[in-house]
């Protein structure tokens, strides 16, 4: 019964994409029905579930629904796969982390080789028709000029390796999340995330950043593989260490006894002031954790 329950959601989901604004949250837990059914079930009874949910969607919206449901399906199997080996929990969340990556870029040459639709023309395409509604409105500055909006679209074409890693990890992490809480409930010994006090990156990261942020500094703007490389591994480290930043502000709150919102409420400038990810940078490189720890 729980089975055909979450194959139900998993159609609501997959409905819900024709919902403007609505179809923004749904799309982030698409996932969460596939990797439940599939770490439950046997092999041959998810595709029982699964194939009449497609067969509904598809009569509903039509085919090209299944498109979206197949890219969600092969990231979730790797997940449940990963649940019934009872892998850990951080191995879990990169090997799906890679998964979505891969999967993003598979579709985004499909589009392109297959389909003939090119995601970078689209960008710039976009970009200059927002400038041109803008200028028509009087809105941009008299010293805009062409120049500036391709500008503008060579650094959103340069970013879109950072925006597809982020968003690959962001669906791994909600997926894991809310996939874990319900497993937890009918599965013995379901992998647990290390709790926030003890996210720790290498040491070793402290000195990849570094060397990263200098050659940064001498790089050109030129298009070319190396500057680009650059420009995307700088923010990227970044984040990683901003998430070491509010690990280091749960661990103190956990040593202080503070209250569990203190750490929480601390997270949100340290995720919007990326200059502020220099706190991780200085936790990873030093032992300031030992000298909280003694005087508690």
């Not at 329950?5 to 159609?11: D, V």
């Not at 079930?41 to 949910?53: E, G, I």
């Not at 990227?236 to 006894?257: N, P």
Request: positive net charge; aromatic residues 12%; hydrophobic residues 55%.
């Amino acid at each position: 019964m729980k089975a055909v329950l979450w194959s139900g959601a998993s159609l609501l989901l997959i409905l819900s994409l024709a919902v403007p604004v609505l179809n923004i949250l749904t799309i982030m837990l698409l996932m969460v029905p596939y990797v439940i059914l599939y770490t439950t079930l046997s092999t041959k009874s998810f595709l029982l579930h699964l194939v009449p949910v497609w067969i509904i969607a598809a009569v509903i919206l039509g085919p090209s629904v299944l498109i979206i449901a197949l890219f969600f399906l092969i990231p979730a199997m790797v997940m449940g796969q990963m649940y019934r080996k009872k892998a850990p929990a951080p191995y879990i969340l990169r090997r799906t982390t890679l998964t979505i990556l891969f999967c993003l870029l598979a579709e985004l040459l499909i589009f392109e080789g297959v389909l003939n639709q090119s995601f970078i023309d689209q960008i710039g395409e976009f970009v200059r028709a927002l400038v041109t509604d803008l200028e028509s409105e009087h809105v941009l500055p008299k010293e805009w000029d062409s120049d500036y909006t391709d500008s503008v679209i060579r650094i959103m074409i340069q970013s879109i390796p950072q925006a597809i890693i982020l968003i690959s990890f962001v669906y791994a992490v909600i997926t894991q999340y809310f996939a874990r809480k319900v497993l937890a409930s009918s599965i013995e010994d379901i992998p647990t995330m290390p709790k926030a006090k003890d996210w720790m990156l290498p040491r070793i990261m402290v000195f990849f950043y570094l060397v990263v942020y200098i050659l940064n500094m001498f790089a050109d703007s030129s298009s070319s593989f190396y500057s680009v490389a650059l420009m995307n591994l700088v923010p990227l480290m970044k984040y990683a260490f901003t998430i070491q930043a509010i690990g280091f502000f749960f661990f103190i709150a956990h040593q202080r006894k503070w209250n569990k919102a203190v750490p929480v409420i601390i997270a949100i400038p340290l995720l919007l002031f990326p200059p502020l990810s220099l706190i991780g940078v200085l936790d990873a490189a030093f032992p300031i954790r030992k000298s909280f720890s003694k005087s508690s």
